[in-house]
């Protein structure tokens, strides 16, 4: 079940984002670390109200964050779209141990209906350039890599944009 997170849900996806981080770092990707993504982040999605998590048998596994808000990083980024409606995907994350369960898959099919849903015309999003893995995930489900932008205090590596048409 995919459901808006509460703030009741954060110390849950503290623990979902510092396995996959770990998890990450194991298999030589370090894209999140102890700054990102943090609690107060976390929080301010709540609050505005654009953080959903997906529930397993009555516990959170997963989540993602649906925001109409364009990150300053994403200024320099040659989109496909002019400046219109567009949903911006943060911190989509799954436990590492239901992974390749199609939670992933279900979380970014609910996005995509959402936008749709809600008259966007497009979905943007980045992941870490040394994240083959998640690449593959968007360029299948039709997202196309644009340009890279940097996260200091998480990589010295880009991370690769994308963007798909609605």
């Not at 990707?29 to 009555?58: C, H, M």
């Not at 320099?76 to 590492?96: K, N, Q």
């Not at 609910?110 to 994240?131: C, G, H, M, P, V």
Request: aromatic share 14%.
């Amino acid at each position: 079940m995919i459901r808006k997170a509460q703030l009741a849900d954060l110390d849950r996806l503290l623990e979902i984002t510092g396995a996959c981080a770990r998890h990450m770092q194991d298999h030589g990707i370090f894209q999140w670390n102890e700054f990102y993504p943090s609690f107060e982040a976390f929080k301010t999605d709540v609050n505005r109200q654009e953080l959903y998590v997906y529930e397993l048998k009555g516990t959170v596994q997963g989540c993602v964050v649906l925001s109409s808000l364009k990150d300053a990083e994403y200024e320099a980024v040659e989109w496909l779209t002019p400046e219109s409606r567009h949903l911006y995907i943060h911190r989509l994350a799954v436990h590492p141990k239901v992974q390749g369960h199609g939670i992933a898959r279900k979380l970014m099919t609910f996005a995509e209906q959402w936008a749709i849903d809600n008259n966007y015309d497009s979905i943007r999003l980045d992941t870490f350039s040394k994240n083959l893995r998640n690449q593959k995930f968007y360029e299948l489900r039709g997202y196309k890599r644009l340009g890279e932008i940097y996260f200091p205090k998480q990589s010295e590596f880009p991370f690769y944009c994308y963007e798909r048409l609605l």
